[in-house]
């Protein structure tokens, strides 16, 4: 079965520290790969994505994040984090018949 | 960008009684609609996948006659809840995945989400 993991439940970081949110999926077939921010109180919005093409992808807000197909990865990066960077972040695949899996989501802190 | 609506964004009710919530696209046309229900702290859970003018795709786990959706056209789709119970009781959120030069982007455009409380 297809399953999306991100392995960090919930980061803390201070201002301006670099952050990787990891993201791993199973399936071996042509994946269409997101993340996904859920800011406090606001609905999902998207961040980034990733279909084909160069690996590394740019996003909104400064974030990207890289496909690695051989570790099954799409992990997402910010060099300096903000304040205002403080929301839940959800990885999610595309397989097949436009259906999405998401990952458990990562609750990421940011310190003043 | 495209956008999603949905209503209404809080609903309470009675035990056993049905609740209809409604998801709209504003700009664009949603050929297949997505339903999710997120439990606190946890991640979104696809209940049922519609298309426009089918039937609805379940989940498995996910009762077909107690969450009834309905897409009967390429801008709504609605998810009743019957007989409601305290249990369904939840962050009820929709998306769609629309078409865009004929084509089908694959990017999701999500709802405000609906949190029901089933008293």
């Known amino acids: 079965a297809q399953s999306v993991s991100q392995h960090n439940h919930h980061v803390i970081l201070s201002e301006a520290a670099s952050l990787e949110l990891g993201c791993n999926y199973s399936?071996?077939?042509?994946?269409?790969l997101f993340w996904y921010v859920q800011y406090p109180g606001q609905h999902l919005q998207l961040l980034l994505k990733y279909f084909s093409g160069d690996p590394l992808v740019k996003g909104i807000k400064g974030f990207e994040a890289e496909f690695i197909k051989s570790k099954f990865s799409f992990n997402l990066r910010k060099p300096s984090v903000q304040w205002s960077d403080t929301a839940e972040y959800f990885c999610?695949?595309?397989?097949?018949?436009?259906?999405?899996?998401f990952g458990s989501g990562t609750r990421l802190s940011i310190r003043p | 960008g495209a956008v999603v609506s949905q209503h209404p964004s809080w609903v309470i009710c009675k035990s056993g009684t049905s609740v209809k919530i409604e998801c709209r696209s504003l700009d664009f046309q949603a050929t297949t609609m997505f339903w999710y229900r997120q439990f606190p702290k946890q991640s979104l859970m696809l209940m049922a996948t519609?298309?426009?003018?089918?039937?609805?795709?379940?989940e498995q786990g996910v009762e077909k006659d107690k969450f009834l959706i309905n897409h009967a056209s390429l801008t709504l789709s609605t998810l009743t809840v019957t007989s409601a119970h305290p249990e369904d009781s939840s962050f009820y959120i929709c998306s769609a995945s629309g078409l865009a030069g004929g084509y089908n982007t694959g990017e999701l455009f999500f709802g405000e989400g609906s949190r029901l409380t089933v008293l």
């Open positions: 519609s298309n426009e003018g089918s039937k609805a795709t379940y």
């Open positions: 399936y071996g077939g042509t994946v269409n």
């Open positions: 999610a695949v595309i397989s097949s018949a436009s259906k999405i899996i």
